[in-house]
């Protein structure tokens, strides 16, 4: 029983540690292929870490005492989510608690008085009216088809479930790698805080934040990054190797779609990913009723 | 901490702002973005918010009217930070110097740390101009300690 525990321990630990690396690695290797993709040259891979590094060398510029508690709170619920998830924990417990990472970005963007701020917030609202219906029939489906909402199980063969998710929720996958776009913030869904159009309202939601407030929120999605594309390992698992591979196709997927697309407006957005996204993932449960 | 102070030299997101500028600096300033130039090779991001800035890029001369705005945007930056004046109008306030409502350069309103010269500004020379303010970002940095300690 210690030893489970300190194996436990040591997962969480290796985790907050080596999720950054893994993260920033590939946001700089996205920054690089993106840039390939127009024919520039583009920054150098560890460019994030640069970003990073210099946004917490600057100074402290406090808008007010509550905001850095926000911003904290929003990569705490994040690695916790991660953390979880690297344990195999509760899917449906995982779900809330990223959640409540988002509300905390809201939270930290609403205590502000500036109307930028304001109306980045209302926008990050409407991408999570957009996405979460989505992830939570993930969560049903995945109920339905293995009986429980842990996630270790699909991970392990102890527990018989030998063929990996994806066959019994093919349509809830091509539903979440939809939703995905929303949340790995890409185009034609990134209409709150893009990696583009710095000068545009879709920076609304980070322009009270600033020097190492920034740089936490920029960490925080490096952790997101690692959990969605340990989602994504999650219906290809066993062997893990061919989920991470798998995973690591649908970002470069997501890159392209990124770098072909336009950014459309959120009404547009609410109907393709309403229609589409919770379409498609309920045909898919109503399927695994029937069977 | 030799891993910001490498940071800081390597990420230099600047902030760009036109004061009465013909425009021609401008196109320029933007054309550094384009696949020819691309200064994000450089780690440079063209923002548009002062509070993620570190270097105000500014174009032309500065009047009566932008003074307030430009002093603002430069109040809101973090620091460290720097100014690059981009252009003639920016260095000296150029052909409109003589103007009833041009105050003349930007080191009128604001400590400019690099002059870059032309009319309009050649894309290179600006690249060069940040590189260059990007070099001295490190002793502002330093004195932003000492005054913290102080």
């Not at chain 1, 946001?27 to 920054?43: E, L, W």
């Not at chain 2, 009217?65 to 306030?93: D, F, H, I, S, W």
Request: proline share 5%.
């Amino acid at each position: 029983m210690d030893i489970v525990i300190l194996k436990d321990i040591l997962t969480v630990v290796a985790t907050i540690i080596l999720a950054p690396f893994i993260g920033g690695l590939l946001t700089g290797i996205d920054r690089k292929i993106t840039a390939r993709m127009q024919s520039r040259s583009g920054p150098p891979i560890f460019q994030p870490f640069y970003d990073l590094f210099k946004l917490l060398g600057k100074e402290r510029l406090i808008v007010n005492q509550t905001q850095m508690m926000f911003v904290i709170g929003h990569l705490f619920f994040a690695v916790a989510a991660l953390a979880m998830f690297m344990l195999g924990q509760d899917l449906l417990m995982l779900l809330f608690i990223m959640a409540f990472s988002s509300i905390m970005l809201i939270m930290g963007a609403m205590s502000v008085r500036s109307p930028y701020s304001k109306i980045g917030a209302q926008r990050e609202i409407v991408q999570i009216m957009a996405y979460e219906p989505v992830l939570i029939l993930m969560v049903v489906g995945v109920f339905l088809s293995t009986g429980s909402f842990m996630i270790r199980p699909l991970f392990s063969d102890m527990f018989g479930f030998g063929k990996p998710l994806l066959y019994d929720l093919p349509l809830v996958f091509i539903a979440f790698i939809y939703v995905l776009t929303i949340k790995l913030r890409k185009s034609p869904f990134d209409f709150s805080m893009s990696h583009h159009a710095h000068q545009e309202l879709i920076k609304g939601i980070t322009t009270e934040f600033s020097g190492p407030q920034l740089a936490v929120i920029e960490l925080t999605h490096w952790y997101e990054l690692v959990l969605f594309l340990g989602l994504i390992t999650m219906f290809f698992a066993q062997p893990v190797w061919i989920g991470i591979l798998i995973a690591l196709i649908c970002y470069f997927f997501e890159i392209v779609i990124d770098n072909i697309s336009a950014r459309m407006t959120w009404k547009w957005m609410l109907q393709a990913t309403w229609i589409v996204g919770i379409g498609v993932a309920m045909t898919n449960i109503i399927w695994l009723y029937l069977k | 901490m030799g891993l910001v102070k490498k940071s800081r030299m390597k990420s230099p997101w600047v902030l760009h702002y036109d004061c009465t500028s013909c425009n021609g600096c401008d196109i320029e300033t933007l054309a550094c973005l384009t696949p020819l130039y691309d200064v994000e090779r450089f780690g440079i991001i063209n923002v548009g918010n002062p509070k993620h800035a570190d270097i105000l890029v500014v174009t032309g001369s500065v009047n009566k009217r932008n003074e307030k705005v430009l002093k603002n945007l430069y109040n809101q930056m973090p620091e460290p930070k720097a100014v690059v004046a981009v252009g003639a109008c920016a260095c000296t306030g150029g052909i409109f110097k003589d103007c009833y409502n041009v105050l003349g350069g930007v080191d009128k309103v604001l400590p400019v740390d690099v002059y870059v010269p032309g009319c309009c500004a050649k894309p290179e020379a600006i690249i060069d101009g940040i590189m260059i303010a990007v070099s001295k970002l490190e002793e502002k940095a330093e004195a932003m300690k000492a005054k913290a300690h102080a």
